[in-house]
Structures are given as C-alpha cells and as structure tokens.
C-alpha cells in the first residue's frame, strides 16, 4: 500500500510524542495502566493503517554499533521512526532532543522493553555507523530504547520516499559550515522535510507528525550541536513556529 501525502501538509496543533506512544500503546494490546495519558485530539497529525510493504521491513539497515537489523526485527513493539542528519544545522537537533526525550519518560514509565526510537539519517553518505555513533554520545545518558541507523543510499531512499519524506543535496553556501566532529568545511547539505512515524505492533504506520518541533522547555541541547546550530536554526529555538509539535 503506498501511502500518498504532500510535504505541505502540517500540524495545527501542539501534540506530545509521549502522548502518541501512550496513545499508540493503548489503542493496540498495549499494557493497561492505571491513568494512562488521552489520546491526541483528531486534529493532531494524520491518522493511518498503513502496512509498510515488505522489501522495507526486510530493507537491511546499520546501527551505530556496526549491528545488521531491519524494521521487521522491531515487530511487536511501537516505534517511532525520525528522519535526521547529524550535519543539520536548522531542525534535527531539536528533532533529536524531543526524541530522546520521549525514550527517557518512556523508560521512567516503564514501557522502554516495548517502545523502539528510532533516528535514520537522510544522509548516509556521510552519516557513516562511526558519526552515528558520535552523534548519540552527545545525548549523554543515552536511553537504551533509542537507536541511530544508517543503509545504503538506494534502500533509504527509497524509504523515505514512501513515507513521503523530501530530501535535496544542495551546496552549501559560503562561508561554508565546519563539522562539529572533524572540523572540515562542509561542501553541501541535504534540504529534508521534518517528520515523525508512528508504528504500531504490527508495523503498520498509525499516525505522522509533520513539521519542526518546539524544544521542551527545560530540554537544552548538547553545547557541541547547540555551537553548530545555524542563525534559522537559533531561531527554531528561541522563538518556535507556533505549529510547531512538542512534547
């Protein structure tokens, strides 16, 4: 089933991932508690039952730690799947802090046995399981739920083109950024759409966030990614699009 959406498409509400977890959990054979979290409004990103097609779930991907894996081996639990790149300087930090976030307050919940996070790069060329690696440092202490993954260009691709994600390599614009890690002038970047998949037991996608986030209050970003974040990135901070989803 190919799921058809426009990059245009947003989210006019504020909406808590945690919430979407819980909300996820809950609809599907999820653990009963006691006062479980509502469910997002129906104005709140767009609902699905969308199973993912096989040659993405058996899709070979590689995780930080060098680790073979598919989107098949995460069946049974829900996942939430975010587009990133470790070289963004506009959106993906924040991105990441609200992700890792959300695996934290899961784990504190104790459903981090039964929720996967999931960060897939957008640009595996560069994002190598070595700079993955490197990046999730960063979210020093690293909740055990939340993994970074990179493929190979032909198999994200065409990933993120049935989720609807955009993505354009572009050059950069002088005077050229430096690598937070090696320090080297960046040559080009990829433009990329925000989104954040929801999957639910049976790797059907349930629910899709679209559009940058608004940082937590209190959540502050690793100094090292908060240093590189560009003026528009700054930006995204200090003053949110007030579509902007948060937790």
């Not at 947003?10 to 809950?26: I, M, N, Y």
């Not at 560009?230 to 699009?241: I, K, L, S």
Request: charged share 20%.
């Amino acid at each position: 089933m190919q799921v058809v959406r426009s990059r245009r498409r947003r989210c006019w509400a504020l909406v808590a991932a945690v919430v979407g977890v819980a909300a996820v959990l809950t609809g599907c054979g999820g653990p009963a508690r006691a006062a479980p979290p509502p469910a997002p409004a129906p104005s709140v990103g767009q609902r699905l039952d969308a199973p993912l097609p096989t040659r993405l779930l058996d899709q070979t991907l590689v995780e930080d730690n060098g680790r073979h894996v598919n989107l098949r081996l995460f069946a049974g639990k829900v996942v939430v799947i975010s587009d990133v790149m470790t070289l963004c300087q506009e959106t993906c930090p924040l991105d990441t802090a609200n992700v890792v976030a959300a695996a934290r307050a899961v784990e504190r919940a104790g459903l981090g046995s039964r929720v996967e996070f999931l960060s897939i790069t957008v640009d595996p060329v560069r994002d190598t399981p070595t700079r993955l690696a490197a990046y999730r440092r960063l979210f020093t202490p690293v909740p055990a739920d939340w993994v970074t993954l990179t493929g190979t260009p032909a198999g994200l691709a065409a990933l993120w083109k049935h989720l609807g994600v955009y993505t354009k390599k572009v050059p950069d614009k002088p005077p050229a950024p430096r690598d937070w890690l090696t320090g080297k002038p960046l040559t080009y970047d990829i433009t990329h759409s925000d989104e954040l998949f929801f999957l639910d037991q049976r790797t059907h996608e349930r629910l899709l966030l679209d559009g940058a986030p608004h940082l937590a209050p209190g959540t502050k970003l690793p100094r090292t990614l908060d240093r590189f974040l560009d003026p528009a990135g700054h930006r995204n901070v200090t003053n949110p699009d007030p579509a902007a989803w948060t937790l």
